[in-house]
């Protein structure tokens, strides 16, 4: 059984930044790839961001370029999405997820942690 735990979360104002964490344990952390979604209300679940299973290849949404960084530590079982500049568009749940492929559809994702809430004020 796969557990995906997300944490971090919580209400910051715009400009701010907030580091989530991810923590699994479960499956071998470090043969897969760790991705990160977000659900808005009233929205579909998005891309934000992906990490491949060496920690080297990433891939980032058009909208959180150049303001979030995806890193991750195999040895904890652990990834991280460390989000800067933010604005109140990323207000959201946040998940994480696992995933054979380092890609951006929520399909190829097997595992989903339950999300942790995301509150950017003006």
């Known amino acids: 059984q796969v557990q995906l735990v997300e944490s971090g979360g919580g209400v910051v104002q715009a400009g701010g930044s907030l580091r989530l964490s991810c923590a699994a344990s479960?499956?071998?952390?470090?043969?897969?790839?760790m991705g990160w979604f977000r659900q808005a209300p009233g929205k579909e679940r998005e891309f934000v961001a992906a990490i491949s299973w060496t920690g080297g290849p990433t891939r980032y949404a058009d909208s959180v370029k150049g303001r979030f960084t995806v890193s991750r530590d195999n040895g904890k079982k652990t990834v991280y999405l460390q989000m800067n500049s933010l604005k109140p568009e990323d207000t959201a749940v946040y998940y994480c997820?696992?995933?054979?492929?380092?890609?951006?559809?929520?399909?190829?994702?097997?595992?989903w942690g339950q999300g942790t809430q995301v509150t950017v004020s003006s």
């Open positions: 479960g499956r071998t952390f470090s043969n897969y790839a």
């Open positions: 997820a696992t995933s054979e492929f380092l890609g951006s559809a929520a399909v190829g994702y097997d595992y």
